[in-house]
């Protein structure tokens, strides 16, 4: 039975006041809304409507237990629901608005079917203005899950989802904002940020170059077996070339391990630790004639680009030299505008867990 008839705004046909206006009353109403995200079509009802919830969860037709995550406009909106903690604080400042879900401990305001069975809920803060625009008029969460039915293709345009969808799913569909075929973006990343070291439970994918290598690493030796071998072909290139690696990976994932290979390859003599604390450490190698340089920074404590931009990184960008920079995420960016108009050997690694003792190891040239 319909509870409401489904309207289809196309964003580049309607003003979007007018988008506004008719999705906040549909919203208010307790119906269910299809719009446009960064990463694809998402879902969305208040998530402070009981009923609305529960439209939701029949239309997603998730297991029993399956969280769904919210959208809010930022953290002082988001600590009404959550807890947020330094770690949390730092991912807000640095990486949101953006594809990050955001996993802290609830508040037990909203709905308990949206947490995990952990009393954890996941946050978004969408890099898409029409929707932070909605949030912020409708100064309430909406759910910020996918529009897709579970198992089912990601929905990147209305008529490939409508497809994949039942008629009583889309007869519960009260309005859809069309933006037409969305850029096929990965959904976005999920980091825990209860658990005394942070935790990245889905990874969003990275713009990167071509992949030069994938493989499974068991140990931090091989890890370091792995450095040493990647910084052994590349070597001869410094003569005449600086070399920049960055690295996306979590928390204990085997990055400095990884550069401690390429620093035994080059033959640092001193012991390499992160410098978490310190950003930056420099190590001296010998070659041939020469010396060279290895700087290994960490950006993870770094609060914003302007930080980064204090370090002056454009001074090591000359042959000899070796850029080691841990967390990139944040500073890929910078990193990239900077080194554009330079002849540099640029690596990205990606390194994901697949259990307690196994890694997958991605190398991009880029």
């Known amino acids: 039975m319909k509870s409401l008839v489904m309207i289809r705004l196309d964003l580049k046909v309607k003003k979007s006041e007018e988008i506004l206006k008719q999705a906040i009353s549909v919203l208010n109403k307790g119906g269910i809304i299809i719009y446009p995200t960064e990463t694809c079509y998402g ?6 409507l009981k009923e609305a919830v529960t439209k939701v ?9 399956k969280a ?8 002082d909106m988001a600590d009404r629901y959550v807890d947020l903690n330094q770690t949390a604080l730092d991912i807000y400042s640095r990486f949101l608005p953006g594809p990050i879900t955001v996993i802290s401990s609830s508040k037990h305001k909203l709905d308990k079917r949206l947490e995990a069975e952990d009393g954890t809920l996941g946050v978004r803060v969408p890099k898409y203005d029409l929707l932070l625009d909605l949030i912020k008029a409708l100064d309430a969460p909406i759910t910020a899950t996918s529009a897709n039915s ?3 293709r990601t929905p990147y345009s209305i008529d490939i989802l409508l497809s994949d969808l039942s008629q009583s799913q889309r007869d519960s569909i009260a309005l859809i904002i069309d933006a037409g075929e969305l850029p096929h973006n990965p959904p976005s990343s999920v980091i825990d940020t209860t658990k005394q070291e942070l935790k990245i439970l889905r990874r969003g994918s990275f713009s990167v170059g071509n992949r030069i290598l994938t493989e499974e690493i068991h140990s931090d030796i091989l890890m370091q077996k792995l450095g040493a071998r990647i910084m052994s072909s590349y070597k001869s290139l410094l003569e005449t070339r600086p070399m920049i690696v960055m690295f996306n990976a979590d928390l204990g994932a ?10 035994q390859e080059l033959g640092v003599t001193q012991i390499v630790n992160s410098p978490t604390f310190i950003i930056m450490k420099e190590y001296e190698f010998p070659l041939r004639q020469d010396k060279g340089r290895l700087i290994h920074l960490d950006a993870w404590r770094l609060e914003s680009v302007q930080e980064l931009k204090k370090l002056k990184l454009e001074q090591y960008f000359k042959p000899k030299h070796v850029i080691a920079v841990e967390w990139a995420g944040m500073a890929r960016d910078y990193l990239a505008q900077i080194s554009s108009q330079k002849d540099l050997i640029r690596l990205y690694i990606e390194i994901e867990y697949l259990d307690l003792e196994k890694r997958k190891v991605a190398i991009y040239e880029e």
């Not at 769904?68 to 953290?75: D, E, H, K, N, R």
């Open 68 to 75: 769904v995550s919210i959208a809010v406009t930022g953290p």
């Open 43 to 48: 879902v969305g009802v208040r998530a402070d």
């Open 150 to 152: 579970a198992g089912k």
């Open 254 to 263: 085997g990055k400095t391990q990884f550069i401690k290979g390429m620093a």
């Open 57 to 65: 969860l029949e239309y997603k037709r998730r297991p029993e237990g």
